[in-house]
Structures are given as C-alpha cells and as structure tokens.
T-cell receptor, first 114, second 110 residues
C-alpha cells in the first residue's frame, strides 16, 4: 500500500458526461501528479500540482482540468467525455516539487466511457 | 517518433536468468532516469533512480545510463517469479514532467 488513495476505483459513464476523480496524497507529500494509462498510449503525464499551485503540465486536454485543495487532496475533472478517454487514471504524490523525487502511485481509477 | 522508446517485449525467461530491459531516448536534456515496476492492476512503484550517466546497483537490480548513446538499461540478476511484472522506464529534464516508455512485460517461469 503506497499510502495514496484514489476514488472511485471504477467509473462507468456515457459519452458527453462529466466525471470527477479524487486523490489523497501520502501524509506529508506536497506534490500530486495525474497520469493517464491506456493500452495504445502507455503512461502519459497529465499535470502536477505542488502545494496548491500548478507546477507542470503535460498532454492534458482542454476538456480536462485539475486542482489541488488546501488540504492537499486533488481532483481531476474530465468533461465532454469521449470513448477514447476510457483508461486507467493514476494519481501519484511526492514530498518535493521535482519529478525525480520518488513518486508513490495510487491504485488508479478505471474509467469506462460507453 | 516518441521521445522515449522501450523494447516492447514481452519477455519470458526461466527462473534464475539474467534479464536485460532497455530504453532509448531522443531528448539529450534528460538528466534523471527512473525504472518503475507495475504489477497487474496496480500502480507503478519506483525501483531505481539514476542521475546522469553511470551505474547504480540495488540488490539484484542494476541500472545503467549511457547518455552519449541515449540508452538506459535495467538488469535483473537471478530473476524470480515475483519479478513478473511490467517494467517502465521514465526520464525527466528536471521538475514536473516525466516521460515514460510504453513498458516491457516480463514473465519469469519457475
């Protein structure tokens, strides 16, 4: 158990809908990262927050947004969902702001868009 | 062309074999090199982390980085069935973004 929690574990929804994925980092970790893992794209970095501020941005679609709250938990919002958004979404956390700081991954949220 | 290319596998080896997992990359600015292990239905976990060129050893695992060739490797000695997993290489310039390879699935047969 990495200490990172993600909810929900599974999510099934329809195209055009909006969903929110939630992540609680390990105690003491200030950085939260979001990743998407699909069969054809591998693990793709989406976005990072450090202590409430956006730190780095990857290949995140405009339909997707994230935030980190004062209690350091984070939410990833996915809107106008498409079939291709079906994937595993991982959250990771680390103590420091840099991506080479050891990242601890959560168990993931499996999103299925029908 | 992807920034990070990983030998796709899958790899199947007998228990006790030496395993070599490899990645190449195109971005010469990468300075930090990581290997993650991902068991089925789990999140990745960091195995090894190396800064710049050189070797790093941790038990049965050795990570090698050759920046001149833009090539990194992970060696697993005396492989065990519990090593069966997908191995992901990852690289970073500095803060924030890590770029991952697509992963190599390894099966170690008893």
């Amino acid at each position: 158990d990495s200490g990172v929690t993600q909810t929900p574990k599974h999510l099934i929804t329809a195209t055009g809908q909006r969903v929110t994925l939630r992540c609680s980092p390990r105690s003491g970790d200030l950085s939260v990262y979001w990743y998407q893992q699909s069969l054809d794209q591998g693990l793709q970095f989406l976005i990072q927050y450090y202590n409430g501020e956006e730190r780095a941005k990857g290949n995140i679609l405009e339909r997707f947004s994230a935030q980190q709250f004062p209690d350091l938990h984070s939410e990833l919002n996915l809107s106008s969902l498409e079939l291709g958004d079906s994937a595993l979404y991982f959250c990771a956390s680390s103590v420091g702001p840099d991506s080479y700081n050891e990242q601890f991954f959560g168990p993931g949220t499996r999103l299925t868009v029908l | 062309q992807k920034e990070v290319e990983q030998d796709p596998g899958p790899l199947s080896v007998p228990e006790g074999a030496i395993v070599s997992l490899n990645c190449t990359y195109s971005n010469s600015a990468f300075q930090y090199f990581m290997w993650y292990r991902q068991y089925s239905r789990k999140g990745p976990e960091l195995l090894m982390y190396t800064y710049s060129s050189g070797n790093k050893e941790d038990g049965r695992f050795t990570a090698q980085v050759d920046k001149s060739s833009k090539y990194i490797s992970l060696f697993i000695r005396d492989s065990q069935p519990s090593d069966s997993a997908t191995y992901l290489c990852a690289m970073s310039v500095n803060a924030g973004k890590s770029t991952f390879g697509d992963g190599t699935t390894l099966t170690v047969k008893p």
